[in-house]
């Protein structure tokens, strides 16, 4: 640099640069930002990014610009194209100190229109392809680039390089990421229920079955495990989808509301009925009817839902009057209707109605090949924004998310994904973005716990305190290999 004002100025552009590389995904505001950085430290007045584009009659294309009219920038075409094929012919950046009096340059009628009074051109590689190059100029001061700014400018281009590198190959991975998930929902129908794992083939099987007829459908399955995902799934995917939908959950409402909202009332027929009111299984008329922990209903609802199970009746509140209704009911339950039946808690004929087919969603833990899945869909649905620079998870992240038990299951991996996504400082998630509670600190010994679960604790302790090593685990537990592989196998797929 000529002088030592300069040195601080470079050294902050090529900082700023580099924290681009980190916070901008998408190419072409990425260009830009690079631009403006270059400009504001060399003190350029204008200037602009050519890439590489075989479609293009000049083999180039303006992919960023600063400072440019349209009809300035039509009449450097020739001009740029000329000092570019220089550039990456020779793969060295050109600098004109004195556009005008340049032997090569001095003559074009852009430079002598426009009195350009120095240039600085650098090419923009990938290893050792060339791929465009940054163009800077100055109207107003000759010899504005030396040789002295060479290497800050090289120093631009190459990190301009990396950063275009990156963000392609991120606006690569999302695609890939979309088109995957697209042909999923097109090889299954169902939006938003994602995994290939074998307990989800099944599901996904059986859905696909019963999409076209009537029948009832009981779908089992802990808390966050998506339910209602599967029955909204099964009605916007079958012959009912262009009629209504209505969920309710019916453990929320005592039992007079949840039999007002179920079956609707007459006028005072209880305090605060001042209208007639249609319940949700005319309102669902032609359509779906989820009720979701329907375990929860009591004897009296249960008599009524199976009268409208059975002959498609039902009565308000409070009349006598007998309506029809032409509704298909599916059913959601965390706590399996069999034992309810066997307590003496729930009607066994109830039961068998609507239990014609059964659906049960697998928990979490249970399919932790589809881990990864789900965490970068939840990822591509909350990087958005100020956070649409995260593009992934350091693979002690996805260690971490495949090895926590998941008592929430999907809803809490979702929350975990998308507390990760604003915690997280860099481009990747890590394992502490996460805030996941350390596994390995469990109590073997806690009581109550059964010895599966202790030996469960004891063997991944010890794999944790020998960094995975399956030997020296092995070793330390007096173990063979085998044994241990099977156990961690087990694991993976199943409650130990």
């Known amino acids: 640099m000529p002088t030592t004002d300069t040195r601080p100025n470079a050294l902050d552009a090529l900082s700023d640069i580099a924290f681009t590389i980190n916070s901008i995904q ?159 929902q097109r090889l299954h129908g169902f939006d938003e229920i994602i995994g290939d794992s074998a307990a989800m083939q099944e599901v996904f099987d059986i859905m696909s079955r019963v999409l076209d007829s009537d029948v009832t459908v009981l779908i089992e399955g802990e808390s966050g495990t998506g339910k209602e995902l599967v029955a909204r799934a099964i009605h916007y995917n079958g012959h009912r989808k262009d009629d209504p939908f209505v969920a309710i959950f019916c453990g929320s409402l005592s039992d007079e509301l949840l039999e007002s909202e179920l079956f609707g009332h007459k006028k005072g027929a209880f305090t605060g009925a001042t209208a007639d009111k249609k319940g949700l299984f005319e309102t669902a008329d032609g359509g779906t009817v989820f009720l979701d922990e329907v375990g929860d209903l ?53 039961y068998y109605r609507l239990n014609t087919i059964s659906v049960t969603m697998p928990p979490l833990r249970h399919r932790r090949s589809d881990i990864p899945m789900l965490a970068n869909h939840f990822l591509d649905k909350y990087a958005t924004g100020r956070r649409s620079h995260i593009r992934g998870f350091e693979p002690d992240a996805i260690k971490a998310l495949k090895r926590h038990r998941w008592p929430g299951n999907v809803r809490e991996l979702e929350n975990t994904i998308e507390r990760a996504a604003i915690m997280a400082g860099g481009d990747l998630i890590a394992a502490e973005d996460l805030r996941l509670p350390d596994q390995s600190s469990l109590d073997p010994f806690e009581p109550g716990i059964t010895l599966k679960e202790a030996e469960r604790r004891i063997v991944l302790r010890t794999l944790d305190d020998c960094d995975d090593n399956i030997s020296e685990t092995a070793r330390v537990l007096d173990v063979s290999r085998r044994w ?3 156990r961690l196998k087990e694991w993976e797929g199943t409650d130990a």
């Open 26 to 184: 998408e190419p072409k505001a990425l260009l830009a930002k690079v631009l403006e950085i270059a400009m504001d430290a060399l003190d350029a007045e204008r200037g602009f990014v050519l890439l590489s584009d075989e479609e293009a009659a000049d083999g180039f294309t303006v992919r960023a610009q600063r400072n440019f009219t349209d009809e300035q920038l039509d009449n450097l075409v020739q001009l740029s194209t000329s000092v570019v094929y220089e550039v990456l012919r020779e793969g060295e950046p050109v600098l004109i100190y004195e556009a005008l009096e340049d032997d090569r340059f001095g003559g074009s009628e852009s430079i002598v229109l426009q009195q350009i009074q120095s240039i600085a051109c650098v090419p923009l590689r990938l290893k050792d392809r060339q791929i465009g190059a940054i163009y800077l100029d100055s109207l107003t001061k000759r010899g504005r680039f030396t040789r002295d700014h060479l290497p800050f400018i090289d120093a631009v281009a190459n990190q301009a390089a990396i950063a275009l590198e990156n963000a392609q190959l991120y606006q690569s991975l999302r695609e890939e990421n979309r088109q995957l998930r697209t042909e999923m």
């Open 298 to 350: 009591s004897s009296r609802l249960q008599t009524s839902l199976l009268r409208v199970l059975q002959e498609g009746e039902i009565k308000r509140v409070g009349e006598t009057q007998v309506r029809r209704v032409d509704v298909r009911i599916l059913s959601a339950t965390n706590t399996p209707l069999q034992e309810l039946v066997e307590e003496g808690s729930f009607r066994e004929d109830l």
């Open 484 to 486: 241990l592989h099977y």
